[in-house]
């Protein structure tokens, strides 16, 4: 069984376009995150949930909003796609926040935007 | 900011080999973590090592950290085709919050 999947694997949009990467974790876990892999392989977080509420907003442009359903899913929303948001998106998950638990993350979603 | 810097970006070695991963960092820490990222894939927790921890081993890996140099290494013992990947080192800043700060990475190439 796969711990942590996010759907879509690849993602091709136009800018200006709205989309959405879903996020689901089958490991209980209560803290989640997702993370962004620029060109270089620089690896930023982007947000941290734990338990359905916001915990860490890292200097994230408005036009990405996360939504977390429940405390197994994390979904992130952008709007009006620009040619920077062009990156690998991880999402990850823990058992609990804080810097002493390991992160499971999912296999990535490459977005393209063109 | 970034918080960790691993050295080098690059390394080539021959399988059966060591790799050693230097991984530097700024400001004091609760703990420090290495993953693992083979291409195309999500990254993969290796091991964690606390701010009281000196070594650390798992399997043929073994990592040490040296708090009053702010820098750990990661050594993979007789190295396989397998261990091609980048490695990344992940810090906290110390305080309570509770993001990792990701280096930049160490891509591995282990030739066979």
């Known amino acids: 069984d796969t711990a942590v999947s996010q759907t879509p694997k690849y993602l091709v949009t136009q800018m200006g376009n709205d989309k959405s990467i879903k996020c689901e974790q089958n490991?209980?876990?209560?803290?989640m995150y997702w993370y962004k892999q620029d060109s270089k392989k620089f690896l930023k977080i982007m947000f941290s949930y734990n338990n359905k509420e916001l915990i860490i907003n890292e200097t994230v442009p408005n036009r990405f909003s996360p939504k977390s359903p429940d405390k197994a899913h994390l979904n992130l929303h952008i709007n009006s796609l620009e040619l920077g948001d062009s990156a690998v998106y991880f999402c990850?998950?823990?058992?609990?926040?804080?810097?002493?638990?390991?992160?499971?993350f999912g296999p990535g979603t490459r977005l393209t935007v063109t | 900011s970034q918080q960790g810097e691993e050295d080098p970006q690059a390394l080539s070695i021959q399988e059966g080999e060591n790799a050693t991963m230097n991984c530097s960092y700024k400001?004091?820490?609760?703990?420090l973590q290495w993953y693992r990222q083979n291409s195309g894939r999500g990254l993969v927790h290796l091991i964690l090592?606390?701010?009281?921890?000196r070594e650390k081993h798992s399997g043929r890996l073994r990592v040490t950290l040296d708090t009053s140099k702010k820098s750990s290494s990661l050594l993979i013992t007789a190295s396989r085709a397998a261990d091609t990947a980048s490695y990344f080192c992940?810090?906290?800043?110390?305080?309570?919050?509770?993001?990792?700060?990701f280096g930049k990475g160490t891509k591995l190439s282990v030739k066979p």
């Open positions: 400001t004091s820490i609760n703990n």
């Open positions: 990850a998950s823990s058992q609990a926040g804080g810097i002493s638990y390991e992160q499971y």
């Open positions: 090592i606390r701010s009281n921890e």
């Open positions: 992940a810090t906290d800043r110390g305080g309570s919050q509770g993001n990792l700060i």
């Open positions: 490991l209980g876990h209560d803290t």
